[in-house]
């Protein structure tokens, strides 16, 4: 009876979802969250629904394994409008057009209201236990072998040397700021990572908090051009729930369904009000031509109130991620990702052509545990809760914060978040 009653409690819950976005998926799956009978799980960890949506690469199927394998179980996968192959198993598929193009807009949120149901239907059958958990998709493994290896075995050679239980040594090096020796720690984070842009996966190399180096390995994915009011919204709500205002960014998303003009001119006032621009230090973020971080996010407030976007110059050829971020600290870094559009984004992510250096004594297939940067947590998986990670590829068929968390394993993290 007590079993049955922890049963009927769980299933009157929200559903906890993680979510994979694909190509021209992201605004979509962030609306999807406005129903109160769905909230999204800022980790893998602490999720029951694995939602896929949109089309992804064949690199990317991996990390969404590794993902899948994070969820504690009970757990079931849902693809909508996903081509993953057998990657993810007999996992259940949601179709119907999702794009804009395709469908009026009363068709499409018929749609969307479908998938939050089947979403609802789905926790329920795992809550009452009438479906069953799925089992892992990968092997757990260590990321590296150390078992013999070593005067006792556990994978060291000498002081420093080795992989003592499967973990590279961390050794110290000048931090950029002041020089002091710090341990600095090497990872991959994304490719859905919830605080990353879809598809987005970085290597980098953090002392502390601080960025000291960083390598696009893999291009965010191409999402759905959009009204510019609404794209403007999601945006703002993404940098509000960075700067520790969630019910502020709560309304910018529901405002981006809802755009009275009584709305926008209450939620514009607000914001400032709230004095989340002064938040954020004069000069962050800063391009040339394309002006700091403070000054996008008071041109997304004007382009929410019906403004016309600014007119930008192209960006320096110099311009580039792996430019822009080292010097940062994690929470900053994570509002200058998401302060660009798409378009100037998959620009200063291009992939450099660089000589592999896959082999540099990092683990980059295991899962990391970060310090807690106060914004989003897990890292919503991959290289294990970073965000799914791994390897980079070819495209295929293109098929949350400030906290960065544990690349724990291998196999039970999912990707790199």
Not at 46 to 53: D, G, M, R, S, T
Not at 236 to 247: C, H, I, M, S
Request: proline share 7%; charged share 25%; no cysteine.
């Amino acid at each position: 009876m007590a079993v049955s009653a922890l049963r009927k409690w769980a299933g009157e819950a929200p559903a906890p979802i993680f979510v994979a976005a694909g190509e021209e998926m992201r605004d979509r799956v962030e609306l999807l969250f406005n129903d109160g009978r769905l909230v999204r799980a800022a980790s893998p960890r602490h999720a029951a629904i694995f939602l896929i949506a949109g089309r992804m690469r064949l690199e990317d199927r991996e990390d969404l394994r590794r993902l899948h394998d994070q969820m504690p179980h009970p757990r079931v996968t849902l693809l909508w409008e996903a081509e993953v192959g057998e990657a993810l198993g007999e996992a259940e598929r949601f179709t119907g057009s999702t794009l804009a193009s395709d469908k009026d807009a009363g068709e499409a949120r018929r749609l969307d209201e479908a998938v939050r149901d089947r979403l609802e239907g789905l926790w329920q059958e795992l809550a009452s236990g009438e479906r069953p958990s799925e089992p892992d998709l990968l092997h757990d493994e260590p990321p590296n072998p150390w078992e013999g290896i070593g005067p006792h075995g556990q994978g060291g050679k000498g002081m420093m040397g080795g992989t003592p239980y499967g973990r590279p040594m961390a050794m110290t090096s000048d931090d950029l700021r002041d020089g002091l020796a710090l341990d600095p720690y090497t990872a991959r984070f994304g490719p859905f990572l919830p605080v990353f842009p879809p598809g987005l996966l970085l290597e980098m190399t953090l002392q502390g908090d601080v960025i000291q180096l960083a390598k696009v390995l893999r291009a965010p994915l191409r999402q759905a051009a959009s009204d510019h009011a609404p794209e403007a919204l999601l945006r703002l709500a993404r940098l509000l729930d960075l700067l520790g205002l969630p019910a502020l960014s709560q309304r910018a998303r529901l405002a981006a369904g809802d755009r009275s003009s009584s709305t926008l001119e209450k939620l514009g006032r607000t914001i400032r009000w709230s004095g989340a621009t002064l938040a954020i230090p004069p000069g962050l973020g800063a391009l040339e031509g394309h002006a700091d971080l403070r000054t996008r996010l008071n041109d997304l407030l004007a382009i929410a109130g019906g403004s016309s976007p600014a007119t930008r110059p192209e960006l320096p050829e110099s311009a580039h991620l792996s430019s822009l971020l080292p010097g940062l600290e994690w929470s900053e870094a994570m509002l200058v990702l998401n302060s660009f559009d798409d378009k100037t984004l998959s620009m200063l992510a291009m992939v450099m052509n660089e000589p592999d250096e896959e082999s540099d004594g990092h683990d980059h297939d295991g899962d990391h545990m970060h310090h807690d940067h106060g914004g989003h947590h897990d890292h919503g998986g991959s290289h294990n809760d970073h965000g799914g990670h791994q390897g980079e590829g070819g495209h295929e068929d293109q098929g949350d914060h400030s906290s960065h968390q544990s690349h724990e394993h291998h196999n039970r993290h999912g990707g790199h978040a």
